[in-house]
């Protein structure tokens, strides 16, 4: 029900100027989003990979609505993979991209332009190319745009989200050999025509879904802080013989630090999801439906103005 409610809210204007200007914002913010400038990204990719941990950078933006902001976020990722390229970060860095931010809502050769563009500024960086997956409106969409794009960048990554009734489908497709594929439990408002609506079935959907893909021959990139799902993937990387190189974990900025450390240590490869950019209103608001805790605490902070 909460979560519905700050879902509803993510899309609401009004409530985001609210947001914006709530005393605590800034340190919510803060504490899921590595800073506002390509400085910022860097100093904190900086910090992780010393820490031993593998990066994938998210320029925050969502749904753009003009030809020039699509392609204004495209230079911005040109910019950035220039960047850890001259800083010797690619790899193990690589990026993030919603396609949604590069116009497919309003235009969608524009957006296959761009995240072309984009793909080959990583590739010249040496390195790859996930493209986010957003609400179930663009799924066949970003599935299409995906298979056009390996035909060329075959290293560029898919995520399919266990919430959707479709996505176990989407699973043995994918599960190919040099895929990518980035399984995450889902983070949209969904219909229950198209999605499981109660955890216990979308973390069902999760383990089918990973159980695909650690027994396909592609490279499965597990996002989830879910500690019993994180303990049946390390049981099951293990029942299907993957080793580090053969298929990763990955966690958000900011969420479950001594878990990504554990995992290191561990041995396994561990990618941290770096948002910056000053967009970010969309991306908390996902994050807080995530955590009452932490809604509970910004409550408060709105309550108080
Ligand atoms: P769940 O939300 O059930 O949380 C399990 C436990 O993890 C909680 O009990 C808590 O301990 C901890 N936790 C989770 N979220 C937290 C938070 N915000 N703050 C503090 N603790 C928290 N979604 C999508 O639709 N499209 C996408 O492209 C992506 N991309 C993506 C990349 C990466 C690297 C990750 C990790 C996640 C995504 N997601 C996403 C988001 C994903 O769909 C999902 O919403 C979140 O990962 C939360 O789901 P969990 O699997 O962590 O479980």
Known sequence: MLRSVILAASRSTRIERLVETAPFTRDVVRRFVAGTATDDALRATRQLVADGLAVSIDHLGEDTVTGEQATAVRDEYLNLLGRLADAGLTPPTEVSVKLSALGQRFDERLAKENVRAICAAAEAAGTTVTLDMEDHTTTDSTLDILTELRKDFPGTGAVLQAYLRRTEADCRDLATAGS??????????????????????????????????????????????????????????????????????????????????????????????????????????????????????????????
């Open 180 to 305: 990518r594929v980035r399984l995450c439990k889902g983070a949209y408002k969904e219909p229950e025509s198209v999605a499981y609506q109660s955890a216990q079935e979308v973390d069902k959907s999760y383990v089918r879904c990973l159980n695909i893909l650690l027994s396909g021959p592609g490279y499965p990139m597990l996002a989830t802080h879910d500690p019993r799902l994180i303990a049946i993937a390390e049981d099951r990387s293990r029942w299907f013989d993957r080793g580090p190189d053969e298929f990763e974990f990955q966690m958000l900025y900011g969420v479950r630090p001594d878990e990504q450390t554990r995992l290191v240590e561990a041995g396994h490869t561990v990618r941290v999801y770096l948002p910056y950019g000053t967009d970010w209103y969309g991306y908390l608001m996902r994050r807080l439906a995530e955590r009452p805790a932490n809604v509970a605490f910004f409550a408060r902070a709105l309550v108080s103005r």
